[in-house]
């Protein structure tokens, strides 16, 4: 089975966000895969495991990104693409176009991608990059399996086309939902999906030599529409900040019945 | 908005079991601010034999100001597909030929704004929080990064298609429209395209959950709860607050809770009117999302916790002893105001 994991470096969720001229503040700030990509990443291993075949990962993003190629080349993908930002707009219809162009090269049975990346936090690019190849998606998986079409497809109702299905359990607002689309296919991992394992010391022996193709969207020849931005940043800014209020005083009950009073009469909520 | 043109934007009004979601009239509200003075708002009421439920929220919609609202009522639509939702969506563009169309940023709408702004050629703007137009007529769109560690203001670029989708929590919910107006509801014809999404098994969860993104109030505990059975005074509170339940990632990695409640920069950003964290240290990765809660109450036995920094008010205790105490109080203060 062919794997391709869409993979986004980002800040480390504990790191503190400081805003400069307008921008935040890189120096120092350590990098990480996006964690929801870890999954999707772990998943297409596991797959691989199970039905043989390569896991490619590809991420759009600036030079530093190629640290974060290079672990998951480590954990155990077999080829990594950069698909440099340069060139590129900040606006996710832009990136989600070259993505998808990048990503029919690879010509993935089975697409996996993070639920969303917890610096942009829009969830948005993948799903674009899903609409532009016309790939059927399964969103927020909590489990994946592969199995044939045909099968599930004869006790359904009957389509019947042959060929692979990802049969999806999947976190929704209604409930614990478990689909099945027919590949190839997008699936957007959520946290629970499974357990990503750190990268081996041999594994990171062996990344050193793994490929790692570097391409740049003027390559893609998209044409210049696609690559046009809809929309653009006017602004970035810190959040408000907030005062610390106040510590309430007396015994545990006191307490509570403090608490009682001012969220009554001082903050109004009840 | 520019006086020559007029702006039509298009809601979709999400529904659940039947029922307008909340956020569906956050996002008639935010459409009929994009749409101005001049402009006009359609929604599109999608379902699959839904019945007479939605006869009230296409009443409800055209009340607060949709001026027509297309119904969609078809098998295809019967479960979730999103290629289908997708699809209908379209159609009820194709009919509206909006220049904006505003969904809710919740599951089902984080699907489907990509897929319909990438199929329509048009720029997604997503878990929008808060809208403002310019002095130019300009909409400005707030977003945080981060899960809120910083916010962005991002605008469309001219001509572009734009597809938002809004936050639940954080928008005003459209008014009744003025003098009684009643908007048109019609039936649209709908052409489902060949469904990829073969619904197997939902199972529910537990009824009357309210959900953590929509909530007004939520209970929130972490490490401090120390195990599974921990969580049931923090489940009594909720449940007497009308409230939801919410977990630190430490509660969860501990195994506590399941990820579903999970709040921070992983897991879910909320923004309810009050939070209150029991036994949560204050991690910056926890605190990112649920810091712009309204009011925020911590509840701690160390006085160090940085959860304190944020918190509106701090009660320096034994999460085990404060919490049944005030799920008394609120009891008594919720029942003598009937």
């Known amino acids: 089975m062919n794997l391709v994991v869409l993979l986004k470096q980002t800040f480390d969720t504990e790191e503190k966000i400081e805003i400069e001229n307008g921008a935040v503040a890189e120096d120092g700030a350590k990098f990480i895969i996006n964690p929801y990509d870890e999954y999707a990443l772990e998943e297409a291993l596991r797959l691989r495991e199970a039905h043989g075949g390569t896991v490619t990962v590809l991420s759009c993003g600036p030079e530093r990104a190629a640290e974060a190629l290079r672990t998951a080349l480590a954990m155990g993908a077999d080829e990594a693409v950069l698909l440099e930002e340069d060139g590129l707009p900040d606006d996710g219809g832009a990136v989600a176009a070259a993505i998808a162009t990048a990503v029919v090269r690879l010509r993935p049975d089975l697409l996996l991608a993070g639920l969303f990346a917890v610096d942009t936090g829009a969830g948005s690019v993948a799903l674009q990059a899903a609409e532009a190849l016309g790939l059927p998606h399964a969103a927020a998986a909590l489990k994946l399996e592969i199995r044939d079409a045909s099968a599930a497809a004869a006790d359904a109702d009957g389509g019947g086309s042959g060929g692979l299905a990802a049969v999806v359990q999947r976190d929704t607002e209604w409930g614990l939902e478990t689909v099945e689309i027919p590949l190839p296919a997008l699936v957007t991992a959520q946290q629970g999906l499974n357990e990503p394992r750190y990268p081996s010391l041999p594994g990171i022996m062996k990344a050193k030599r793994k490929p790692l193709q570097r391409l740049s969207a003027a390559e893609l020849g998209l044409a210049e529409a696609e690559l046009a931005p809809r929309t653009g940043r006017i602004a970035l800014q810190a959040p408000p900040a907030r005062a610390a209020g106040r510590r309430l005083a007396g015994t545990p009950a006191e307490q509570a019945a403090e608490l009682a009073r001012l969220l009554q009469s001082e903050a109004k909520l009840f | ?338």
């Open chain 2, 1 to 338: 908005m520019s006086d020559v043109k007029h702006e039509t934007v298009l809601v979709y009004a999400e529904c659940q079991d039947g029922r307008l979601r909340r956020v569906a009239l956050e996002a008639l509200g935010a459409a009929r601010l994009l749409a101005g003075e001049g402009g006009s708002v359609h929604a599109v009421l999608a379902g699959g034999g839904a019945g007479a439920s939605a006869g009230e929220a296409a009443a409800e919609l055209a009340a607060r100001g949709a001026e027509v609202v297309h119904v969609i009522d078809d098998p295809a639509l019967a479960q979730f597909a999103p290629e289908a939702y997708a699809a209908a969506i379209r159609a009820a563009a194709e009919a509206a030929s909006p220049s904006a169309i505003v969904l809710g940023h919740t599951a089902a709408g984080r699907e489907l704004a990509p897929r319909v702004a990438a199929a329509l050629g048009g720029g997604h703007i997503a878990d929008v929080t808060a809208v403002s137009l310019t002095d130019g007529g300009g909409a400005v769109f707030t977003r945080p990064l981060y899960a809120g560690k910083a916010f962005e203001q991002r605008r469309f670029l001219p001509g572009v298609t734009q597809v938002i989708s809004v936050r639940p929590n954080n928008l005003p919910p459209a008014e009744l429209a003025e003098d009684g107006r009643r908007g048109d509801i019609r039936a649209l014809a709908f052409a489902p395209p060949p469904l990829w999404t073969a619904v197997r098994d939902v199972v529910r969860r537990t009824s009357g959950r309210i959900d953590l993104a929509e909530a007004d109030i939520i209970v929130s505990g972490g490490r401090g709860v120390r195990s599974a059975e921990g969580f049931p005074p923090l489940e009594a509170l909720a449940q007497t607050l009308g409230g939801a339940v919410g977990a630190s990632r430490g509660a969860c990695d501990a195994g506590y809770c399941d990820y579903a409640l999970q709040i921070g920069q992983t897991g879910k950003t909320v923004t309810p009117k009050l939070y209150i964290a029991c036994g949560i240290s204050g991690a910056i990765q926890h605190l990112a999302g649920m810091s712009q809660s309204r009011v925020i109450v911590a509840i701690n036995k160390d006085p160090d916790a940085p959860i304190f920094g944020v918190a509106d008010y701090g009660i320096v205790g034994d999460l085990f002893e404060i919490v049944p105490l005030l799920n008394d109080q609120f009891k008594d203060l919720l029942q003598a105001n009937g």
